[in-house]
């Protein structure tokens, strides 16, 4: 390991430790991004809503314009309780307060009338005794909120049982409550809190506190209260931890388990707002009475009577971003008691989510610096895949909640800054190389260089190259015409034009000769079918000198055109850096480079631009090739058998080119056996050759006095690569 390694992997392991304490600390914008994830589980997967027995009273805006506006005189609310009890509700849960004494009773608005005998106030009915005696002997469970002054605090109406070490620390402190109307609070058969999120500054209500505590007795909230009454249970039973005081895991009421987190909390999971949940206050408080289809709805059913109207303020959004009346969340909090249908998270989440951090922290540092960012993106793309699957398969199947962005976004800004560490430091040494080949190879082949174990390895290698020569035609001539300046600039413009398609088709630039261009394929990297790519670099030269000319980009004048030859063979030659110690170059020497530069040099003879040799033209398919014959190349024992490349697959496709082959093939035949029927076939190639390109014509006029280059096969040589 290189110092710049070791400073690496001190730096993102510090990184890492820094993440996994602040998740261990879990600050506030952690739970918020938490809670934001469980929403959208629970939006792609929301509990299915299924008629149960519970059911709202909704003292609705329709209900408002009925009786008045709220509050109610008590004494409608004791004929809601009769008319409720008589239905056969299981138990009545009302998710309003009864702090005050009732100001529209009769007693109490005489008594405030001036110049009436107090006297007469005492004859006069009043509400609260009213409601009180309603409620009494009737499963009736009445509400309480908390205050923030005094120290007031209701009775509690059930018993309670624990399990393991005490959880009464556990819930949520409770200082003070508003209190109750005496005759109320002792006929009430439960009393239970209101509060949905207390303390929690999030709009969304996610989890319920059953309980709360004021550190000596537990107090239920409304809708167990209410369960534990329909119930007709007496104590509550609550599970702690076997071996830790202040932790609650679950509680029981009467036949239902509810589990909970460590504070005493339920998970809401909540379904779509349905208008089979209410029904209004209006249909039972009707003069006329209730109708059989609320009698029905109502009979055996947990009630809670509370309020949608919008002016009355109790309006809270769940975790599928839906604004409900409150009282609606405690009815589905019994709902899911009663289907069991829960979600929990195990106190053991917090640890396995901090030390994923610190493992998967680890891991991509050394993987960032010892392997590749690239390869640390893959595993850490891979962990986070598996992270989203187990955390939604823990939710969809077990109801488990455990946070997958936590690990997720601490393991990126691991990989982000042990990446980019690498980038600053450890990689001076590939950008080296990429500045020094930038100049001779394509992007994708200094790509392959950086990530290929080796690639510049120091001195010569044999290896199989497939080498190109470009020369220009009558250069010497064009150079006694201009001044060196304009030479220069001729060059520049041509050479800078060609050699882009070498770069392109992911050849190497050798060296450019005066007017010539040497390029290879196959190194330093292995370039797969580099005898294609070869030839199609040629083409485009041939198209983009023809657009130069078309374009008079050289500034000759009408007429003036530039040619050019290009030879290219395919065979073994040994490359790598050559020279000095204190300067080299990187360049292929062998017979195969020796070969390019002489097939070149026949362009002329043949009369055509592109010319390829046999072992070349072996591997390239689809192309448009034609036998140019078995020419003698200087410093061969033999000859050495050449095509002309015509064009790409789109020409050797065409019905031209199809033709001409038919008839180039008999000339061949005719040459071969002297056959006097050569010049006719030389006449009718010719035409033929005219449909598929004019640069052709120069190559059928020379191709009589090169006869002999069709009468004798070269020694280990194919007859012709296009047969």
């Not at 289809?293 to 109207?309: L, N, Q, R």
Request: proline share 5%; glycine share 8%; aromatic share 6%.
């Amino acid at each position: 390991m290189t110092r710049v390694q070791q400073i690496g992997v001190v730096i993102g392991l510090a990184i890492a430790a820094l993440l996994t304490i602040l998740r261990a600390e879990d600050p506030g914008i952690f739970k918020l991004i938490r809670g934001v994830t469980f929403d959208e589980y629970q939006r792609l997967v929301p509990r299915t809503f299924q008629p149960m027995p519970v059911r709202v009273i909704d003292i609705d805006e329709a209900s408002l314009r009925e009786f008045g506006q709220w509050p109610w005189p008590r004494d409608r609310l004791a004929l809601l309780v009769d008319r409720l009890s008589q239905m056969g509700a299981s138990a009545i849960a009302f998710d309003i307060l009864f702090s005050e004494p009732d100001r529209l009773s009769p007693r109490n608005v005489v008594r405030e009338a001036a110049g009436v005998d107090p006297s007469l106030a005492e004859k006069l009915p009043d509400n609260d005794e009213i409601f009180a005696r309603s409620i009494a002997e009737k499963p009736v469970v009445l509400g309480f909120g908390l205050s923030n002054e005094g120290n007031y605090r209701p009775p509690v109406k059930a018993g309670f049982a624990f399990t393991g070490e005490s959880p009464v620390s556990a819930p949520p402190y409770l200082g003070a409550s508003t209190p109750l109307r005496p005759q109320l609070e002792a006929n009430a058969a439960g009393l239970g809190h209101i509060s949905l999120n207390p303390g929690n500054p999030s709009p969304v209500v996610r989890a319920v506190p059953l309980f709360l505590t004021d550190g000596q007795q537990l107090y239920p909230n409304l809708a167990i209260e209410a369960l534990r009454v329909a119930q007709g249970a007496s104590t509550y039973v609550l599970s702690g931890a076997p071996d830790r005081a202040g932790i609650m895991t679950s509680a029981k009421i009467g036949d239902f388990v509810v589990p909970l987190t460590a504070a005493g909390e339920l998970w809401l999971y909540v379904s779509p707002d349905r208008a089979e949940r209410y029904i209004s206050a209006r249909q039972v408080l009707a003069a006329e009475g209730a109708s059989p289809e609320v009698a029905a709805a109502i009979d055996g059913s947990i009630v809670f009577v509370g309020t949608s109207a919008a002016g009355l303020q109790d309006i809270r959004v769940t975790a599928l971003g839906e604004n409900v009346p409150g009282v609606s969340l405690h009815a589905q909090a019994v709902e899911q008691m009663l289907s069991g249908h829960f979600l929990s998270r195990p106190d053991w989440a917090d640890g396995l989510e901090i030390l994923t951090i610190a493992v998967l922290g680890c891991l991509l540092v050394v993987v960032t610096t010892f392997v590749s960012p690239a390869v640390a993106l893959i595993c850490g793309l891979l962990i986070t895949a598996l992270a989203l699957v187990a955390s939604w398969f823990s939710f969809l199947y077990a109801g488990l909640l455990f946070d997958p962005l936590a690990p997720i976004v601490s393991g990126s800004i691991i990989h982000f800054a042990a990446t980019s560490f690498r980038i600053l430091v450890i990689d001076r040494e590939r950008r080296a190389v990429r500045r020094a080949f930038g100049h001779y190879l394509s992007p994708s082949l200094l790509h392959r260089i950086e990530h290929t174990r080796d690639a510049l390895r120091l001195g010569g290698d044999d290896r199989e190259l497939t080498v190109m020569f470009v020369d220009v035609r009558n250069f010497t001539e064009i150079s006694e015409r201009l001044a060196p300046t304009d030479v220069v600039a001729f060059l520049n413009t041509l050479l800078d034009a060609l050699s882009r398609h070498v770069v392109a088709n992911e050849g190497t630039l050798d060296k450019f000769i005066g007017d010539s261009i040497m390029a290879f394929w196959n190194a330093p990297v292995d370039v797969t079918d580099h005898e294609t790519k070869a030839v199609r670099a040629a083409l485009a030269m041939r198209e983009t000198l023809a657009e130069l000319n078309a374009g008079d980009a050289f500034g000759f004048g009408p007429g003036q055109q530039v040619g050019i030859g290009i030879g290219i063979h395919t065979g073994l030659a040994c490359v790598g850096n050559m020279g000095a110690k204190t300067r080299f170059n990187y360049s292929a020497v062998g017979d195969a480079v020796n070969v390019a530069a002489r097939i070149e040099s026949c362009c002329k003879e043949v009369g055509f631009d592109i010319l390829i040799s046999d072992s070349t033209a072996r591997s390239v398919q689809g192309m448009a090739l034609i036998e140019a014959g078995a020419l003698p190349l200087k410093g061969k024992s033999s000859r050495t058998q050449i095509l002309a490349v015509v064009g790409d697959e789109r020409v050797a496709a065409s019905q031209q080119f199809a033709a001409l082959e038919v008839v180039h093939r008999q000339l061949m035949e005719a040459l071969q056996s002297h056959s006097r029927n050569s010049r006719k076939l030389i006449g009718a190639v010719k035409l033929r050759a005219v449909q598929v390109t004019g640069a052709l014509a120069e190559f059928y006029q020379r191709i009589s006095g090169r006869a002999d280059h069709f009468r004798e096969a070269p020694e280990g040589s194919e007859k012709s690569a296009a047969d």
